[in-house]
């Protein structure tokens, strides 16, 4: 499903990602751990197309298709969500009315119909209930004077209403408690499916007890420096990433 | 200067004295003789350069550059009015074409009880001392388009709201210039009386037909009694080859509530000047404003809150989105006077510049002699925040919806301030259809 290929990016002249490699098959989940500053959030934001990075080097494909040719819309189009760390306050637009357009554009790159008020409300009631969003945030600015953790649930809510094919979830965990924690991993599992895939950033193992990866990776100085079985989350946990720096400076 | 500048200003001296020479005895009239002194006020005067620190940045050079056929006739039927589709609405609807009133266009549907609608000529000719009670009572004598209004007042719009009436039907005042064939020009001169404890909303809809040049000249003055509510609209959607210069004038009373919201969408230079007196105690005015110059438009506001009294407040928001090579300009006024304690003046101009061409220049200006009051304002100029449409088009949403969406929210806490139905809706349409275009 995503191929990465010695993947190189960087920003203001500055090589943050420095040749990642990555193979994510359909269903998997990839957890991504590693120390603040790595990486992680770069990868996130350069497979979702931000472009204020600059791709210098290797290549990535989602579905057979050069993912690096495409612009961030058609990328969500094609199938890749990302949940932001930091999701991003719009006043004067509802959320409800954000999705209704994103849902709509979506179908029409897909050459589909657009669908009614009466058939979106329908899908998206369902959608907040899955997550236990408030209707009358919906009708909110989007994000606007949101707490963190309504904010966290908004991005779960709105992945939710997309369906996406590949979900990268950025420290979608941090300062959540363990309610609305349980209530996002829920959101992720419900879509969990053999051609749905999901990439977890996360600093913490509780979030992976709940949506329990295939594969963790440890993202260090712009690399993948070690991957591992569920387990390896566990240790990570209990010691630390002072023996993975280790490892990586004795190699060298 | 040159010559041409010359040349519309003694044309126009010129046409006053044949005008006058054909008056008889009207000419002695206390209303001619307001009319008599504008004339040598704008002869005085002559038309502002750039020299003039309040028109700076509005150059009308071009404007005064050619000449027009002032109030020219028209065969207008209704029919031509197609594509100027405002939705219907129960309301007063009062045309004027090239500054001629046409009644034959126009339906009146509130009580004379309620309320005294009818065009500035004929309400002279039915009570020339009422009319002449109010006419050029607010203006600003150093304004030299102000006077060039009063000395050819010719029609344009008397509304009296008798003290304690509430009006339900709004009034709309539909100003169509007809340059289909020629260059025109017309100066409507609008009386708005609001009697204690009364209430209206008036909106001025400005639009053009045709392509050849057009230059509206026109000034309100509204009266606010004590009491009174008044909602007042301005909106411009006019050609690339129209020039506007308009002048609203109130004055309130105590307890008397203002809104102005003033929007121009299209034209090709346009000066708005929206002066407030606040002459009375616990008064509250408010003024919201919209412009979406492009191409090589120029629109200008300047605006003023004059506090009088003390206990008043007065609360200003404009807003701008700029394209392609357009200019805009924000002048705010506050004055807030010795006697005028515990006055709250709030004013804000934000806009967004979508082109390293255009250009935004904006000056608040705050003149405060009273020491207790609570004075804010603030401007921005910006562009399109990166992270927000980074956000919505990882969701799918092109970029070109994504900004006209961002934009339509950035204008949206002005539009809702419109209280006129049928003129809100029309501005949601244009003003979406506007920001879509790339
Ligand atoms: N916009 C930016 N400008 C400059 N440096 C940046 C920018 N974004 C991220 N970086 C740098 O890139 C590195 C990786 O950041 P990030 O991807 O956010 O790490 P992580 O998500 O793993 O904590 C950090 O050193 C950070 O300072
Ligand atoms: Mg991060």
């Given at each position: 499903?995503?191929?990465?290929n010695?993947?190189r990016?960087?920003?203001?002249?500055?090589?943050?990602?420095?040749?990642?490699?990555?193979?994510?098959?359909?269903?998997?989940?990839?957890a991504?751990?590693?120390p603040?500053?790595s990486?992680?959030?770069?990868?996130?934001?350069v497979?979702?197309?931000r472009?204020?990075y600059?791709?210098?080097g290797?290549?990535?494909t989602?579905?057979?298709?050069?993912?690096?040719e495409?612009?961030?819309?058609?990328?969500?189009?094609?199938?890749?969500?990302?949940?932001?760390?930091?999701?991003?306050?719009?006043p004067?637009?509802?959320?409800?009315?954000?999705?209704?357009?994103?849902v709509?554009?979506?179908?029409?790159?897909?050459?589909?119909?657009?669908l009614?008020?009466?058939?979106?409300?329908?899908m998206?009631?369902?959608?907040?209930?899955?997550?236990?969003?408030?209707?009358?945030?919906?009708?909110?600015?989007?994000n606007?004077?949101?707490?963190g953790?309504?904010?966290?649930?908004?991005?779960?809510f709105?992945?939710?209403?997309?369906?996406?094919?590949?979900?990268?979830?950025?420290?979608?965990?941090?300062?959540?408690?363990?309610?609305?924690?349980?209530?996002?991993?829920?959101?992720v599992?419900s879509l969990?499916?053999?051609?749905?895939?999901?990439?977890?950033?996360?600093?913490?193992?509780?979030?992976?007890?709940?949506?329990v990866?295939d594969?963790?990776?440890?993202?260090y100085?712009?690399?993948?420096?070690?991957?591992?079985?569920k387990?390896?989350?566990?240790e990570?946990?209990?010691?630390?990433?002072d023996?993975i720096?280790?490892?990586?400076?004795?190699?060298? | 200067?040159?010559t041409?500048?010359?040349?519309?200003?003694?044309?126009?001296?010129?046409?006053?004295?044949?005008?006058?020479?054909?008056?008889?005895?009207?000419?002695?009239?206390?209303?001619?003789q307001?009319k008599?002194?504008?004339?040598?006020?704008?002869?005085?005067?002559g038309?502002?350069?750039?020299r003039?620190?309040e028109?700076?940045?509005?150059?009308?050079?071009?404007?005064?550059?050619?000449?027009?056929?002032?109030?020219?006739?028209?065969s207008?039927?209704?029919?031509?009015?197609?594509?100027?589709?405002?939705?219907?609405q129960?309301?007063?609807i009062?045309?004027?074409?090239?500054?001629?009133?046409?009644?034959e266009l126009?339906?009146?549907?509130?009580?004379?009880?309620k309320i005294?609608?009818?065009?500035?000529?004929?309400?002279?000719k039915?009570?020339?001392?009422?009319v002449?009670?109010?006419?050029?009572e607010l203006?600003?004598?150093s304004?030299?388009?102000?006077?060039?209004?009063?000395?050819?007042?010719?029609?344009g719009?008397?509304?009296?709201?008798?003290?304690?009436?509430?009006?339900?039907?709004p009034v709309?005042l539909?100003?169509?210039?007809?340059?289909?064939?020629?260059?025109?020009?017309?100066?409507p001169?609008?009386?708005?009386?609001?009697?204690?404890?009364?209430q209206v909303?008036?909106?001025e809809?400005?639009?053009?037909?045709?392509?050849?040049?057009?230059?509206?000249?026109?000034?309100?003055?509204?009266?606010?009694e004590?009491?009174?509510?008044?909602?007042y609209?301005?909106?411009?959607?006019?050609?690339?080859?129209?020039?506007?210069?308009?002048t609203?004038?109130?004055?309130m009373?105590?307890?008397?509530?203002?809104?102005?919201?003033?929007?121009?969408?299209?034209g090709?230079?346009?000066?708005?000047?929206?002066?407030?007196?606040?002459?009375?105690?616990?008064?509250?005015?408010?003024?919201?404003?919209?412009?979406?110059?492009?191409g090589?438009q120029?629109?200008?506001n300047?605006?003023?809150?004059?506090?009088?009294?003390?206990?008043?407040?007065s609360?200003?928001?404009?807003k701008?989105?700029l394209?392609?090579?357009?200019?805009?300009?924000?002048?705010?006024?506050?004055?807030?006077?010795?006697?005028?304690?515990?006055t709250?003046?709030?004013?804000?101009?934000?806009n967004?510049?979508?082109?390293?061409?255009?250009?935004m220049?904006?000056?608040?200006?705050?003149?405060i002699?009273?020491?207790?009051?609570?004075?804010?304002h603030?401007?921005t100029?910006?562009?399109?925040d990166?992270?927000?449409?980074?956000?919505?088009?990882?969701?799918?949403?092109?970029?070109?919806?994504?900004?006209?969406?961002?934009?339509?929210?950035?204008?949206?806490?002005?539009?809702?301030?419109?209280?006129?139905d049928?003129?809100?809706?029309?501005?949601?349409?244009?003003?979406?259809?506007k920001?879509?275009?790339?």
């Amino acid at each position: 499903m995503l191929s990465i290929n010695e993947l190189r990016a960087s920003i203001e002249g500055k090589e943050i990602l420095k040749g990642i490699n990555l193979e994510v098959k359909p269903g998997e989940v990839h957890a991504i751990m590693g120390p603040n500053g790595s990486g992680k959030s770069t990868l996130a934001s350069v497979l979702s197309g931000r472009e204020d990075y600059e791709v210098t080097g290797g290549s990535v494909t989602f579905d057979g298709k050069d993912l690096l040719e495409l612009a961030a819309e058609e990328r969500a189009a094609e199938g890749i969500f990302l949940a932001f760390q930091y999701p991003v306050e719009i006043p004067g637009v509802t959320t409800i009315n954000f999705l209704k357009t994103a849902v709509n554009e979506i179908r029409k790159y897909k050459g589909e119909n657009p669908l009614d008020a009466a058939q979106f409300l329908k899908m998206v009631r369902e959608k907040a209930k899955l997550v236990s969003m408030n209707d009358s945030l919906l009708k909110r600015a989007l994000n606007e004077g949101f707490s963190g953790g309504e904010k966290k649930r908004n991005e779960i809510f709105q992945m939710a209403v997309l369906e996406p094919k590949l979900a990268i979830l950025d420290e979608t965990d941090s300062g959540l408690d363990i309610d609305a924690l349980r209530i996002v991993a829920e959101g992720v599992n419900s879509l969990r499916s053999p051609d749905r895939s999901a990439i977890v950033v996360t600093h913490y193992q509780r979030l992976l007890d709940y949506i329990v990866p295939d594969f963790v990776h440890v993202l260090y100085k712009g690399r993948i420096v070690k991957s591992g079985p569920k387990e390896l989350a566990l240790e990570l946990e209990e010691k630390g990433y002072d023996w993975i720096k280790a490892e990586v400076e004795e190699v060298g | 200067m040159s010559t041409e500048t010359i040349d519309l200003k003694t044309k126009l001296l010129a046409d006053f004295q044949v005008r006058e020479s054909l008056m008889n005895g009207e000419a002695s009239s206390a209303f001619h003789q307001k009319k008599r002194a504008a004339i040598h006020r704008f002869e005085e005067l002559g038309f502002p350069t750039v020299r003039n620190e309040e028109w700076k940045y509005s150059n009308v050079k071009e404007l005064i550059s050619e000449s027009y056929h002032f109030n020219a006739d028209s065969s207008l039927q209704l029919a031509d009015l197609q594509d100027l589709r405002i939705p219907e609405q129960v309301a007063n609807i009062l045309y004027f074409v090239n500054g001629q009133y046409k009644p034959e266009l126009s339906s009146i549907v509130s009580s004379t009880e309620k309320i005294i609608i009818d065009s500035l000529q004929n309400a002279y000719k039915q009570n020339p001392e009422l009319v002449n009670r109010y006419f050029n009572e607010l203006t600003d004598e150093s304004e030299a388009f102000t006077a060039l209004n009063t000395a050819f007042t010719l029609d344009g719009l008397f509304i009296h709201v008798p003290d304690n009436q509430v009006v339900e039907q709004p009034v709309i005042l539909r100003f169509i210039s007809d340059a289909r064939e020629e260059n025109v020009a017309s100066q409507p001169r609008n009386i708005i009386v609001v009697g204690k404890n009364a209430q209206v909303k008036v909106a001025e809809a400005f639009r053009t037909l045709g392509e050849q040049r057009s230059f509206t000249n026109a000034v309100t003055e509204i009266f606010v009694e004590r009491d009174a509510h008044v909602e007042y609209y301005k909106v411009q959607n006019e050609s690339e080859n129209a020039y506007h210069i308009g002048t609203t004038q109130v004055n309130m009373k105590d307890k008397s509530h203002f809104y102005a919201g003033t929007v121009t969408l299209n034209g090709k230079f346009t000066r708005n000047n929206l002066n407030i007196a606040l002459d009375g105690e616990y008064c509250d005015a408010h003024m919201y404003g919209l412009y979406f110059p492009d191409g090589s438009q120029h629109v200008d506001n300047h605006t003023i809150a004059d506090h009088r009294k003390p206990n008043s407040e007065s609360n200003e928001l404009y807003k701008g989105i700029l394209r392609d090579k357009s200019k805009g300009v924000f002048n705010g006024k506050i004055f807030v006077r010795e006697d005028a304690q515990k006055t709250n003046a709030f004013q804000s101009c934000k806009n967004i510049v979508l082109s390293t061409e255009a250009s935004m220049n904006t000056k608040p200006q705050l003149e405060i002699f009273a020491d207790d009051v609570k004075c804010s304002h603030g401007t921005t100029t910006g562009q399109i925040d990166e992270e927000a449409l980074f956000y919505m088009r990882s969701r799918g949403i092109s970029k070109n919806e994504a900004m006209s969406l961002l934009m339509y929210a950035f204008c949206a806490d002005v539009i809702s301030q419109i209280k006129i139905d049928s003129i809100r809706e029309y501005l949601e349409n244009v003003i979406a259809e506007k920001l879509s275009k790339k």
